[in-house]
């Protein structure tokens, strides 16, 4: 499903660049559940915006979903954004103006899918993450947690060949951050391929594989074991 | 190509945002009004110079002699010229071309009578044709006419005032009134637009003047309106030759500037197209102003609204919007905004130039109005300057990397 080879990325500093990503090498496979550890400054959350596509890199390959990615222009980008990824952000990035059903239709609106039926799919994402309730509130009378959830239902409602969520668990506390989990780990149950950015190690041990990231390298890659929790 | 779905998209944001829409709103349609203001202002400025300058035809000239200032042709200085009848007939044949109309005129004072009233007043003599001279209106009966002067009749068309004097409120049309001792029957009354001293004149046939007192061909001065078709440069020179033409008919030196007396309502129309340019060109460049303020406004509050949209456009773009989308976004959006706050604007303008014109008339504003052409005009220069400020930001912000917008906050 993505396929890194070689991959390099600076930064310019002034004068000086940065390089961020040092040759980096990386397989994941269709429903792979994949955590990428490592502290802040390793590079991790470059490398997710790579994968996403919010950000190109300087040199190497990446292939998603069979396809090379280069040269692209913004146009290209935001269409396979929204037909191949959805993104969860640690501070959610809910448009404040927009209720909970309008934000999770709005990857719809730009995939051209009508309003009728965009407003039924998002109803139908939004009772996924137990929220149908909440349809018609502003983002400011959710909770965190319910924020999050919101977000996680506008990134599964294209349906998208990979979820990629960069600290989705950053900004919720314990309980929460569990349920958001869960939730997760539902959708990659489901066969989705799901990719998170943590610093947590509790976060990372309920994925099944942690790839760590230092100084722009990798410095492991193992699957876990899954735990059953307590 | 309408997009129900995208203009949906526009009124939530315009809806949710009402500060932010009241704000740019506020800026086109106070530009736009004040432009009007000025505008309408500017217009009533000039129609009541029009009107002011109303009195008399604006495409005469009046001839009259003095006595000459320097020795020509073996003929002393001091000699008295005097016009004839001739001259008429001299002007008739050498400018018949830009002569419109022409008339004699002799002026003297005499006391009316009528019953127990009496007055003094001008007695003019002259031919029909004066009345478009003085742009008289008749408004009774009528004014001299062709016949009165072959037969000589002692008739006269008396001014409004005139009339007022001597009979009161009653009509003084077909009663016989007494002039130096010599009785003639009014046979119309006249207005005049230059006002209450245009209307203490009386006028009577040329002709019976002429052989009344004196019996001669003297004439007192000529007055004339040229045709309309010269425009005032032409008009100005036409003037000259026929000064110069009457000088050397009369033996005057040329360089004899007062032996006969010319003056041109051309010139002074020059001046007075002039002072209309210059009002013109006032009223232009505080209309420009006026749109340039406005122009600023609708900038900055588009640099400052695609500020404060780029963590939400960033958010749309990791959501797939292409940068075309997020850019026709926002412009829709702002030339909606300014294209209904300029109609604001131009109604709430007419508005208030229709409810206070009235009041304005005794500073010199005659019925001040827009030409809506003119207003649209500066509307859709707003819109398309709007659009401009717009897209500049707009397309920045579209090629923003979508996580440098998300970052931002």
């Known amino acids: 499903m993505i396929e890194i080879k070689n991959l390099h990325k600076s930064y310019p500093m002034g004068k000086e660049s940065l390089h961020v990503l040092k040759g980096l090498n990386l397989k994941i496979e269709e429903g792979e559940f994949v955590s990428i550890m490592g502290s802040s400054g390793s590079g991790k959350s470059t490398l997710l915006n790579i994968v996403g596509l919010l950000d190109v890199h300087d040199e190497g390959e990446y292939i998603l979903d069979g396809e090379l990615i280069e040269n692209l222009n913004e146009k290209k980008a935001a269409v396979l954004r929204n037909k191949f990824l959805g993104f969860v952000f640690q501070s959610f990035n809910l448009i404040n103006y927009k209720t909970a059903l309008e934000n999770v239709s709005m990857p719809l609106y730009y995939a051209g899918v009508g309003r009728k039926e965009r407003q039924k799919i998002a109803m139908e994402y939004l009772e996924k993450v137990e929220l149908g309730a909440w349809a018609n509130h502003l983002p400011s009378e959710l909770s965190g947690g319910q924020k999050q959830r919101v977000a996680i239902a506008r990134a599964l409602v294209t349906k998208p060949k990979v979820v990629l969520a960069d600290e989705p668990t950053g900004a919720l506390d314990s309980t929460t951050t569990d349920s958001v989990m869960d939730l997760l780990k539902d959708i990659n149950n489901e066969g989705m391929t799901v990719f998170v950015i943590t610093h947590e190690e509790e976060v990372a041990e309920q994925t099944k594989r942690i790839v760590r990231l230092k100084d722009g390298v990798i410095i492991s890659d193992e699957k876990v074991n899954q735990k059953v929790k307590a | ?409």
């Not at chain 2, 003929?75 to 001299?90: A, P, V």
């Not at chain 2, 505080?286 to 404060?308: C, D, F, H, K, Q």
């Not at chain 2, 905004?337 to 604001?344: D, F, Q, R, S």
């Open chain 2, 1 to 409: 190509m309408f997009d129900l779905d995208r203009w949906r998209e526009i009124f939530q944001s315009i809806n949710k945002n009402k500060l932010r829409t009241l704000l740019s709103g506020f800026t086109i349609a106070f530009a736009i009004l004040l432009f009007t203001i000025l505008f309408g202002i500017g217009n009533g400025l000039q129609n009541t110079f029009k009107r002011e300058f109303a009195g008399d035809s604006m495409l005469s000239i009046y001839i009259w002699a003095n006595k000459t200032t320097k020795p020509y042709k073996g003929l002393q200085s001091g000699r008295q010229i005097q016009l004839e009848n001739s001259d008429i007939d001299f002007i008739l044949d050498k400018f018949d071309n830009n002569v419109n109309t022409i008339s004699p005129r002799i002026q003297q004072q005499v006391q009316a009578v009528y019953k127990g009233e009496q007055n003094n007043y001008t007695l003019r003599a002259v031919y029909p044709s004066y009345q478009q001279l003085e742009s008289a209106e008749v408004e009774s009966g009528r004014f001299l006419t062709m016949l009165d002067l072959q037969q000589r009749k002692k008739v006269v068309a008396i001014g409004r005032l005139v009339e007022k004097d001597l009979f009161g409120q009653l009509s003084g049309l077909g009663k016989d009134i007494n002039l130096g001792g010599i009785s003639y029957k009014v046979i119309g009354t006249f207005s005049d637009p230059g006002g209450s001293n245009d209307e203490r004149y009386i006028y009577a046939p040329f002709t019976t003047i002429q052989r009344l007192y004196g019996n001669t061909d003297k004439i007192g001065d000529v007055g004339l309106t040229y045709n309309p078709n010269l425009n005032v440069d032409q008009a100005i020179a036409f003037g000259n030759k026929l000064k110069n033409a009457l000088k050397d008919k009369h033996d005057v030196s040329p360089r004899d500037q007062s032996a006969i007396g010319l003056y041109n309502y051309a010139e002074g129309n020059k001046q007075v197209s002039m002072m209309m340019l210059v009002l013109n060109v006032i009223i232009l460049f505080i209309g420009i102003g006026t749109l340039i303020a406005g122009i600023i406004g609708i900038s900055n509050i588009m640099v400052y609204i695609v500020r404060e949209r780029t963590k939400e456009l960033g958010i749309r773009k990791a959501l797939g919007a292409t940068p075309g989308s997020i850019i026709s976004m926002i412009l829709m959006e702002s030339i909606l905004i300014t294209a209904i706050a300029g109609y604001v604007g131009l109604l709430i303008g007419t508005g208030v130039l229709k409810l206070i014109g009235e009041s304005l008339e005794k500073y010199f504003i005659t019925n001040p109005s827009v030409n809506t052409g003119v207003v649209i005009g500066a509307t859709i220069t707003l819109i398309i300057a709007g659009t401009i400020a717009g897209y500049l930001p707009a397309k920045r912000a579209a090629r923003i990397k979508p996580i440098d917008a998300l970052n931002d906050n």
